[in-house]
């Protein structure tokens, strides 16, 4: 913060609305029209309205959707351009196949592979969201060394809210694993480079917000700037998924109302992404790009082929994160 500290409650206003204008004028010629490029794509996508899907009133998220008996194997196949609204037309999923480039998906594909050279994978055993029990080995044998997640973050860390977020664990236990995963943050900037443009062509004001945020959490905490990955970042964590399977879930710690990203890579044969809740599951291959309210919307994948080697690479704003850095915004502002 530059300016000078105002005091009083509209003082609190202000300084949002004038640093979104910011970041909307922050678009080159070149970035507005790639953006109006997939606004027309999107136009001409499937759209459908879920009159029972509101993303406020759906907090606590929908626990009812968590124990349907809505099998992936019922649900429709969306294999085309599709974006889902709330029952206020907000966007709550996008869905955009072979939309990540294939220089992009190539640079994420080396990355991955000198990535895994170097750090070992975090197996989850327990994790509610990713479910190895009874396939683990066999996972294992098909990909040594490539089952398992890594987690390149900033978030608040159980037992040290008061501490403010910081970098996790995996991006800096050691030199070499420091290096590597940094690396890999770069590598897949091309890709998040191309998500960002797809959250402002989406939902313009939510991607404004989330990038307003990020920006600001590079100043107020400089560890998370090696997360920083390309201009317009509107993510500030994300996760590497390397041929492990999801069970029904929502991500409860992550952005309540902002919307996260998803895109794949590797070989798949068939495989879906599934929302029980709005009763579709989307057709993933090479290069497929998902957005979608990821606290809001359970979601689950499909049983596939062990054989296959997928990769899915997952950006996402932690709610608790955006609020800490709204609190910090303000702080000069609040009148003592
Ligand atoms: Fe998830």
Same mark, same amino acid.
């Given at each position: ?57 759906? $907090? ?54 000198? %990535?895994?050279?170097?750090?070992? %994978?975090?197996?989850? /055993? ?29 978030? *608040? ?41 797809? $959250? ?21 905490? /400089? ?20 041929? *492990? ?17 998803? $895109? ?26 998902? %957005? ?39 702080? /000069?502002?609040?009148?003592?």
């Amino acid at each position: 913060m530059t300016s000078t500290p105002a005091t009083g409650f509209v003082s609190l206003i202000r300084p949002r609305s004038e640093r979104t204008l910011d970041m909307s004028i922050r678009l080159t010629e070149e970035q507005q029209s790639r953006v109006n490029a997939i606004v027309t794509h999107l136009q001409n996508a499937d759209h459908k309205c879920y009159s029972d899907q509101d993303v406020e009133l759906g $907090y606590p998220p929908p626990k009812v959707s968590l124990r349907s008996i809505w099998h992936w194997a019922d649900a429709k196949e969306i294999t085309t351009p599709f974006v889902a609204t709330d029952q206020r037309t907000r966007p709550i999923l996008v869905y955009f196949p072979d939309y990540i480039s294939p220089q992009a998906v190539s640079r994420s594909a080396s990355g991955v592979n000198e %990535l895994l050279e170097k750090v070992p %994978l975090h197996v989850p /055993p327990s994790d509610p969201r990713h479910s190895t029990v009874g396939i683990l080995p066999k996972l294992q044998s098909f990909h040594p060394k490539r089952v398992g997640t890594l987690h390149c973050a900033c978030w *608040l860390e159980t037992g040290h809210h008061g501490s403010g977020p910081a970098v996790s664990r995996q991006v800096c236990s050691g030199s070499r694993a420091h290096n590597a995963t940094t690396r890999f943050v770069q590598s897949a900037g091309m890709a998040k480079d191309e998500l960002s443009l797809l $959250y402002a062509a989406s939902h313009r004001s939510s991607w404004s917000r989330c990038v307003e945020n990020f920006t600001l959490l590079r100043d107020f905490v /400089p560890g998370a700037r090696v997360l920083d990955s390309c201009p317009l970042d509107p993510w500030a964590s994300f996760a590497l998924i390397s041929n *492990l399977p999801s069970v029904r879930h929502v991500d409860q710690r992550d952005a309540r109302t902002a919307l996260s990203a998803l $895109y794949s890579f590797g070989s798949f044969g068939t495989m879906h992404l599934h929302f029980p809740s709005l009763k579709i599951k989307l057709r993933m291959r090479e290069g497929t790009a998902v %957005l979608f309210n990821s606290f809001f919307l359970p979601h689950e994948t499909s049983m596939y082929d062990p054989e296959a080697s997928r990769y899915a690479v997952d950006f996402f704003n932690h709610e608790e994160v955006l609020r800490w850095v709204d609190r910090k915004a303000i702080e /000069p502002y609040v009148r003592e």
